[in-house]
């Protein structure tokens, strides 16, 4: 059996908030988010299976766009999870937009714990905006959830807005997602009071299925080869119109569903700690270099939150690593800070500034851009 499957605009958080409800409970269509601006993806199938309530368009930050279908099994599964995670339902803020996972489930969990959403009005995220909206949130217990890039902008305002950092204060947990995240933000975010959890997890796993290194709920996490895989009733059924793909994904051992990610990773006591994706690795004069490693380590630095570490080409040794960001350091001091942690042949070859990172309307590095802006 088929139901339709409705596209919806993104702007208007409200009727996202109905199709979704409508989609979940079987009494609507399934449907589709699409924002206003540049979307990876163009056309949209008229019907989809009965099971399928939620589908996501993502082209992550390398790679092909594809279409992720959820069930509405999934999609309240990872609300529900969330929800416990947690300590109990809440009134969320909506920060993100609406057509990615991430901002996808600030609708779920408010329709899961019956309340509903405020959101933040769109564009660039200042203090006055922020602090209207959380003063139109009417429950005491309060979640919001963020991309580190906003984290770090909040954080640099809020160190001097007292409004704006007791406006966040007062949310019983901020939850930041979608990349890695310095620990250096973390800790000034602490500092001011707030109370961040670290997720992670993708639209292939309804978001977020691993808070500060544990899974949540009935979420799994298991290593093979080095590669993390993610299992439990919150994944994807599949990628619409790409049964390779999915194949290729979404694999089965002893009868469970497992969701193959492209990340490296390891678990010490049971946590996970995700040491960067597989395909980011070069060779430099003929050895291994992570970038991922190397960009931690750069973003621990004083300013260099934003910093993104990418391939660049190298007459004499292949491939080297380059830092680029919005920020003047010296490349001394980078490639000090590198060497003192990681083998000499990972430290920065060049530092590029630039105005602004190509960022992805999620907020993400747009990182194929960036590399493009090394290569030129």
């Not at 890039?149 to 019983?172: I, K, M, N, P, S």
């Not at 299925?209 to 979420?219: S, T």
């Not at 009733?233 to 193959?260: I, K, S």
Request: net charge negative; proline share 7%; glycine share 10%.
């Amino acid at each position: 059996m088929t139901r339709a499957l409705a596209v919806v605009d993104s702007e208007d958080p409200r009727a996202c908030l109905d199709a979704l409800r409508d989609a979940l409970d079987g009494r609507g269509p399934a449907v589709l988010f699409r924002g206003g601006g540049t979307n990876p993806v163009h056309t949209a199938p008229l019907e989809v299976e009965r099971r399928i309530a939620l589908v996501v368009e993502t082209s992550g930050t390398t790679g092909r766009p594809k279409r992720v279908a959820l069930s509405a099994d999934a999609v309240l599964a990872s609300a529900a999870a969330t929800e416990s995670a947690l300590g109990g339902p809440g009134q969320w803020l909506l920060a993100l937009p609406v057509q990615y996972i991430a901002g996808s489930n600030v609708l779920a969990r408010s329709l899961s714990a019956g309340t509903t959403p405020v959101t933040v009005p769109p564009g660039r995220m200042t203090s006055t905006r922020v602090v209207e909206a959380v003063a139109a949130m009417d429950d005491p217990v309060r979640y919001t959830a963020l991309v580190p890039a906003q984290l770090g902008r909040l954080v640099d305002e809020a160190e001097a807005d007292d409004d704006l950092r007791r406006a966040l204060a007062g949310f019983e947990r901020i939850l930041v997602g979608g990349q890695a995240t310095p620990a250096a933000l973390i800790d000034r975010a602490t500092a001011l009071g707030w109370r961040l959890t670290r997720t992670y997890g993708s639209s292939e796993t309804c978001g977020g299925v691993v808070y500060d290194g544990e899974p949540i709920g009935q979420a799994e996490v298991r290593i093979v080869d080095g590669r993390v895989e993610l299992g439990g009733p919150m994944l994807a059924e599949y990628y619409l119109g790409d049964p390779e793909r999915t194949q290729r994904t979404f694999v089965e051992h002893d009868g469970q569903r497992w969701y193959r990610t492209d990340d490296a990773g390891e678990l010490v006591d049971g946590v996970l700690r995700v040491l960067g994706r597989l395909d980011d690795t070069i060779v430099t004069g003929g050895l291994k270099v992570r970038l991922g490693d190397v960009e931690r380590v750069v973003r621990e630095l004083p300013s260099l939150a934003d910093a993104v570490v990418v391939g660049g080409h190298h007459p004499e040794w292949g491939e080297v690593p380059v830092v680029v960001t919005t920020q003047r350091p010296t490349l001394a001091e980078v490639r000090s800070a590198v060497g003192a942690q990681l083998a000499p042949e990972a430290r920065p070859d060049r530092i590029l500034t630039v105005d602004a990172l190509p960022l992805l309307p999620s907020g993400k590095p747009d990182r194929l851009a960036i590399a493009a802006l090394v290569a030129r």
